[in-house]
C-alpha cells in the first residue's frame, strides 16, 4: 500500500486522491475476504497515520500491529475481517467512500494565502 502514499503530500492531511485509493483499495480487501479473514500489509507507514483509514467504521476487522527494524522502522499490520473489538478507536471517517480529511496543506500552498491571513486572530 506504501506506493499509493508516493504522492499524498503532507502525511498528517493526505490529499483526497490518495485517501480515495487507499479507501478504494481496502474496501476491495474487505470485500474478498471471507469472515476470520486475515489482511497483512508491510509498510513504512506509522500507525498514526495508517490507522485512520484501515479502523474505518465501514470495516469489520481488528487492526493490529508489530514495530520491526532498527533505524529505520517498518511496520507489520495484520487485519482480521469480523474480530473488531468495541474498543477499537473511532476515528473522524463517518464512512467509506471518502473520508474527510483536512487538507489545510492546499491552503498554504496557495500563492495569495499571506493576504488572507488575519493577524488580530492569530494574536487573540
Partial sequence: MDVLYVDSGDPW????????????VLQGVHKVLK??????????????????????????WSVEWKTFG????????????????S???QFSIDKCD????SLFHDELEDED??????????AG
Fill in 13 to 24: 492531511n493526505p490529499r483526497l486522491e490518495t485517501v480515495s485509493k487507499v479507501m478504494k
Fill in 35 to 60: 469472515p476470520d479473514g486475515v489482511f497483512i500489509s508491510i509498510s513504512f507507514g506509522q500507525p498514526h497515520f495508517r490507522r485512520e483509514l484501515f479502523e474505518a467504521p465501514c470495516f469489520t
Fill in 70 to 85: 532498527e533505524e529505520f522502522h517498518y511496520f507489520f499490520y495484520t487485519l482480521k475481517k469480523g474480530m473488531r473489538t
Fill in 87 to 89: 474498543d477499537s478507536k
Fill in 98 to 101: 471518502v473520508p474527510a480529511m
Fill in 113 to 122: 494565502f499571506i493576504f488572507r491571513t488575519d493577524i488580530e486572530e492569530l
